[in-house]
């Protein structure tokens, strides 16, 4: 009778040991998953399908021809009905002018709200749905002038995750309307992370190389150039539109400047280090020229 126990005492604490081993290796798998935020679930695809084709019915419905060419209205709606889902990505909204806000508590993570789109390709456009009484609805859509030069946000979060070789915890794609900017930001255990996507040609012209398009960037490296870039301070509050870009002409000369000012300090140390040490040198001689006399 006692060996019987025995065996089943040692069975039970096998079965035990077991289901702990199984639990402590859930735990441990579950600490490298990483968190997508901005995922899109197949419910809101769902939904997003017949979004789109409730505006495309409508648009052709009302009258939206006044806001196309006549020779490009046939091709306008084509390219609302040929969207592609797969290349759908959900967005969120970057807080108001973000560099101040950044310079005070020094979190990337804190300026990503809570207010969100998703974004879907069209042939000739990109359709912008919004989550209305906890449905997606389409409430516009910005024209493709070249869709080779479209963006697939999906493919480039791929990039990123093999190009970071930390440990990611977050990824969330995110969006500023004041700087006509996308980003995916990446979050791991030690650092956050910034890849800034400028939608306009134009204003890529005038950043110049200060900020450089799919460039993997530290979020604090990324904040320095965005103040570098824009100039937050001639913004007028009572006018609506995107944030003002600094001439790269007077950065140079700030950084001129500033190069300047360092030079100069150098150079002054350096001729203070020399004085102090010639006097130094000098005293010393008189006092060995003071000693021998004596003797």
């Known amino acids: 009778m006692k060996k019987i126990n025995k065996i089943i005492s040692v069975l039970i604490s096998a079965v035990c040991f077991t289901c702990l081993n199984t639990t402590a290796f859930a735990d441990e798998s579950g600490t490298t998953e990483i968190t997508q935020t901005d995922s899109i679930s197949s419910d809101e695809l769902n939904q997003a399908e017949s979004a789109l084709d409730y505006y495309s019915d409508n648009l052709q419905d009302k009258d939206a021809v006044s806001y196309s060419i006549n020779s490009d209205i046939e091709g306008y709606f084509d390219g609302l009905e040929n969207y592609d889902l797969s290349k759908a ?38 359709v912008t749905l919004y989550p209305v009484d906890g449905k997606l609805k389409a409430i516009g859509s910005e024209s493709i002038d070249n869709p080779d030069e479209l963006i697939d946000f999906n493919a480039e979060t791929e990039r990123v995750k093999e190009q970071i070789n930390e440990e990611i915890i977050d990824i969330i794609h995110a969006n500023s309307f004041l700087y006509y900017l996308d980003i995916i930001y990446i979050k791991t255990v030690d650092n956050e992370y910034v890849v800034p996507y400028f939608s306009a040609p134009l204003m890529m012209e005038e950043i110049g190389n200060r900020i450089e398009n799919g460039k993997i960037y530290k979020a604090s490296d990324f904040m320095k150039a965005m103040d570098n870039t824009f100039d937050i301070e001639t913004i007028d509050p009572m006018t609506s539109g995107g944030v003002p870009i600094k001439p790269i002409e007077e950065v140079t000369a700030e950084n001129n400047n500033d190069n300047a000012i360092n030079n100069y300090l150098i150079i002054f140390s350096v001729a203070a280090g020399i004085i102090v040490i010639g006097t130094f040198c000098a005293v010393l001689i008189v006092r060995k020229r003071k000693n021998s006399s004596k003797l």
């Not at 990505?89 to 101040?100: L, P, R, T, W």
């Not at 310079?103 to 990337?108: A, D, H, I, Y």
């Open 89 to 126: 990505y959900k967005s969120y909204c970057i807080e108001g002018y973000m560099i101040d806000t950044y310079k005070e508590n020094n979190n990337f993570a804190s300026l990503i709200t809570d207010d969100y789109r998703i974004f879907v390709p069209t042939q000739r456009q990109v």
